[in-house]
């Protein structure tokens, strides 16, 4: 379940960063003129579905906002950095263990907070 959060979010943010790529490519082609989000909407998926992403996107950004800053910033390193165990317990300067504990503390906290939204997911 954990994963399936920091997929969901991961997801919402290449597309947010696919979009503003792809606004920009048809600003340029279209003459300078803004193109309207329909002009930019992405085919690959369903307009509910990519809603029904960036929702849960926001509301995991909203429940990350709320937790201790030592659990988010552990969540936050290994699913949104990418970076490892060690790797975070190195920029922290905690040891695995404890790095590892943050994250499932952030994790347990997240699915209690969104509950069947995620379940979808």
Excluded: C
């Amino acid at each position: 379940m954990p994963w399936a959060f920091a997929i969901a979010r991961r997801l919402l943010i290449d597309s947010i960063r696919r979009h503003k790529n792809e606004s920009r490519t048809l600003s340029l082609e279209t003459g300078g003129h803004e193109a309207s989000p329909v002009e930019v909407a992405d085919d690959e998926r369903p307009a509910d579905e990519l809603l029904d992403s960036r929702r849960l996107g926001s509301a995991i950004d909203a429940e990350l906002e709320r937790l201790p800053e030592i659990h988010r910033t552990a969540f936050e390193l290994i699913q949104k950095d990418g970076l490892s165990i060690r790797e975070a317990a190195e920029v922290l300067g905690a040891t695995p263990g404890a790095v590892k504990l943050r994250a499932h503390r952030a994790y347990v906290a997240l699915r209690l907070a969104l509950g069947d939204r995620a379940d979808r997911h």
